[in-house]
């Protein structure tokens, strides 16, 4: 065991509750299961966390990577860590010394890995006991692509917010459904905001909570090109859909979706951000793009595909292909359906796939992904070709299964592939 918990010492990871965005990367990324959250906060299980540090890289704002040397029997207990509006301060050498921790037992602690106790053992333990799933999450990349631009992130703080102004937001699916999907245009006036193709920003709703603190931000991918959704103005785009029942069908009103979609042209919001440092497009003009996605995943789609589209109006676009795989419930659901139309044949191969159709039989991306398995094919082989996958979790694994079974189909080794669209940037799955 380790000296430090013989010492009853340990480095117990907490999230910054003010920091952090509760955009859920952490808990989906963890595999071992020792991060949950409620409404308020997002908290590490001290008795599960086995220090692997999976969930550190992936997180946009960095509010994950929070140490503190803890007496054993006195970490913070999940209970605790729920009420929390900021985190405790570090321990005094003296405090320490007075829960009986020696300065070399807490320099020890501090210095390392944060310990596996005991009822951590058992809990790997249980987890490498049982036949492992398919993982499609490590698959995932967590650096962008080589050639990506540099991306700046958390310019504005969740405490210091910069403001900016509706310009535009209209309907982007088809008028008379149940179902909206909104196109939000947001310009910051004189305020320096870049982004890129990928990144994300937070929008902060106003008003306070069941409890009377003050509503934290809500992230939106950005669905504009890094040179704005209006070319040449400092401003971005959003898509947002509408909620109004939860995962089980039962109604329910998204705090922040409803206060965006019913936003008028003039009207100022609370902006953080932006984040995202690792979904990012390549900047090699002949890099092959290849864009899977579901409802409003298609945000940063659609700014990829918009920055490719003034480069190729512009003579700078030299061949690279772009294929998009793009599925909703219906045709009238599906976000720039009207748009995508438009959009030459020559410059993006476009996949459409619909699961409730009256009528007709439920297809998904992963379907259409099978019905091209030789272009598919074809791009894994080459080292110039990127995957982003962004929308629903549900959708990860069946398209990383897909991805998978179309390589091994064409003779490949996936090991070999999913590792290298891994380690070079080029297999991102961005899902919620």
């Known amino acids: 065991m380790d000296m430090a918990v013989e010492a009853g010492v340990i480095k117990q990871h907490l999230i910054d509750p003010e920091i952090c965005i509760r955009c859920n990367t952490c808990e989906a990324t963890c595999p071992v299961n020792a991060i949950t959250h409620d409404d308020n906060n997002y ?8 220090g692997c540090m999976a969930c ?7 509010s994950i990577d929070n140490w503190r040397t803890m007496p054993l029997v006195r970490a913070y207990t999940i209970e605790e860590q729920l009420t929390w509006e900021s985190l405790p301060a570090e321990l005094s050498p003296e405090e320490l010394e007075a829960a009986g921790v020696s300065a070399e037992a807490a320099g020890d602690a501090a210095a390392a890995v944060p310990a596996q ?40 703080a969740p405490k210091a917010p910069t403001t900016a102004t509706v310009v535009g937001n209209f309907n982007c699916t088809e008028a008379g459904f149940d179902s909206e999907t909104h196109h939000i245009v947001l310009d910051f006036g004189a ?106 995943g298609s945000a940063p789609m659609r700014a990829m595909t918009e920055w490719r589209r003034r480069l190729r109006k512009s003579g700078k676009f030299e061949g690279g292909k772009l294929m998009l795989f793009f599925g909703a419930r219906t045709q009238q659901e599906l976000p720039y359906f009207g748009p995508l139309q438009s959009l030459p044949k020559d410059f993006i191969d476009i996949n459409l796939a619909f699961s409730r159709t009256p009528g007709s039989p439920k297809r998904y991306v992963q379907d259409l992904m099978r019905e091209r398995a030789a272009d598919l094919a074809a791009l894994l082989k080459d080292g110039a070709s990127h995957f982003y996958v962004c929308g629903l979790k549900s959708m990860e694994e069946g398209v990383v299964l897909a991805l998978r079974d179309v390589a091994k189909e064409a003779g490949l080794d996936w ?11 080029r297999l991102h799955l961005e899902t919620y």
């Open 43 to 50: 908290v590490v299980r001290a008795d599960v966390c086995n």
């Open 56 to 62: 550190i890289s992936p997180c946009p704002t960095g």
């Open 117 to 156: 106790t005991q009822a951590q053992a058992q809990a790997q333990a249980a987890v490498e006991s049982v036949e492992p799933a398919f993982n499609s999450a490590q698959y995932g990349a967590s650096v962008p692509p080589w050639s990506a631009a540099h991306a700046y992130t958390n310019l504005f």
């Open 191 to 296: 305020v320096p905001f870049p982004v890129l193709e990928g990144q994300s920003i937070g929008i902060v709703p106003p008003g306070v909570d069941a409890i009377g603190k003050r509503h934290h931000a809500r992230q939106y991918s950005v669905a504009s090109p890094r040179n704005g959704e209006r070319p040449g103005y400092n401003n971005v785009s959003l898509t947002v859909k509408r909620v109004t029942e939860d995962h089980q069908g039962d109604p329910v009103r998204g705090v922040c979706s409803n206060y965006v979609c019913d936003l008028k042209v003039g009207d100022t919001v609370q902006v953080v951000g932006p984040f995202g440092s690792s979904f990012l497009m390549p900047n090699h003009p002949r890099s092959h793009i290849v864009m899977i996605c579901t409802g409003t």
């Open 415 to 425: 090991d070999t592939v999913g590792a290298a669209l891994k380690r070079e940037g």
